[in-house]
């Protein structure tokens, strides 16, 4: 969950950052949306089991 959460954060500022906006550089960016995603996932679809 933790782990989806932060892909989805990189990706946003990446996103961002690639699109223009300069804000992205050495500020703080809101986890809570990436977070709540990461919780409906895997409450959608269950955890992942890996083998």
């Known amino acids: 969950m933790v782990l989806l959460a ?3 954060a990189l990706l946003v500022a990446l996103v961002r950052r690639a699109l223009g906006d300069r804000s992205v550089v050495g500020q703080r ?9 990461g919780i409906w996932l895997v409450w959608l679809y269950g955890p ?3 083998g």
């Open 6 to 8: 932060a892909v989805t």
């Open 48 to 50: 992942l089991t890996v």
């Open 29 to 37: 960016l809101a986890f809570g949306p990436e977070l709540c995603l």
